[in-house]
């Protein structure tokens, strides 16, 4: 049987390639997903994740727009990346697109998309929490239909990835984009994981990791995702400016290869308010949560490789 999965992301070249990863793992199956323009502009992200579900999808899904905004804006420079992707020729190559957009924004998709499921689904969101709180307050049943919520975002490290005016440093960007919707999901009885910064530092994109990729870029999977990373090169996006991280792969991977990665419980809040907005914190009377801080990085690596390598293009004409 497989795993029902409904898949949030927010557009970047992280959150495409893990889309990429969703359609190849067979024990899961998406029952939909949405796009929420938060690491991303909503249409070239839109776009892109309808053409990587035609060229790579083994089945139908149907993916739905975010017309929701956050408190906190991610970077333009960040966010410019789906126009790039979107411009691959191995996505265009069909010049046509068959992936259906739901008629439905993002939180009623969803509400919909859950209630349809005939056995507990599992969330894998790689982007904010917002239309998760709006689907809730649609629709507050859902909650009872939520089997887990797999979430890459979340540090409990001291350096953490937001260097934002007027605050502190102390948020990772998911949680910042709109703490007051991860406070409210904290509130909900459903297990959550987080994929926190903890581990994915463990998981570099380095260029010895490029180097292989580009040696097996005769297969069609490994060719499209050193592509998509090009746009990420060494030198951006990180605190330490040299090293590039594969954020929202490993959270994807766990859903298939959970024996890869250690967790630990521990019960958090979040601060919503200023200077500290978005910061996670250890907290006794906090939302008890599963926090991956562990990951086994060379078998990690093996099984990205071994679905990249299952992919083929599927065209339909």
Known sequence: MKKPVYFNHDGGVEDLAALFLVLQIERIEGIGMFV???????????????????????????????????????????????????????????????????????????????????????????????????????????????????????TFLEKRNVEEPEHDGTAEWNAFWDPYAVSTVFQEHFPIEMVALESINQVALTLDVRQHWASLCSHIGID??????????????????????????????????????????????VYTETPKQGRIEEHLNGKLNHVIDHVNRDTFFQAFEKFMRKAVCRITT
Not at 36 to 65: H, M, N
Not at 85 to 101: C, H, P, Q, R, Y
Not at 225 to 235: D, K, N, R, T
Not at 244 to 253: A, E, K, Q, V
């Open 36 to 154: 929420i323009p938060a690491d991303c502009y909503l249409e070239p992200a839109l776009r892109t994740s309808q053409k990587i579900t035609d060229r790579f999808g083994s089945y139908d899904i149907e993916v739905a727009a975010s017309h929701s905004r956050g408190v906190n804006s991610f970077p333009k420079e960040w966010r410019m990346h789906a126009f790039y992707v979107d411009a691959l020729s191995i996505l265009n190559e069909k010049g046509s697109v068959d992936t259906k957009v739901s008629k439905f924004p993002a939180h009623l998709h969803l509400v919909e998309s859950v209630n349809k499921a005939t056995e507990p689904v599992t969330l894998l969101f790689t982007g904010p929490f917002t239309d998760l709180v709006r689907a809730i307050d649609e629709d507050p049943s859902i909650s009872s239909i939520i089997k887990n919520l797999v979430w890459m975002g979340g």
């Open 224 to 269: 499209f995702i050193g592509q998509c990373y090009a746009f990420c090169p060494p030198l951006i996006h990180d605190e330490t400016n040299s090293t590039y991280y594969l954020w929202n792969i490993l959270t994807t991977i766990t859903l298939d290869f959970s024996a890869i990665t250690r967790s630990k419980e521990i019960s958090a809040i």
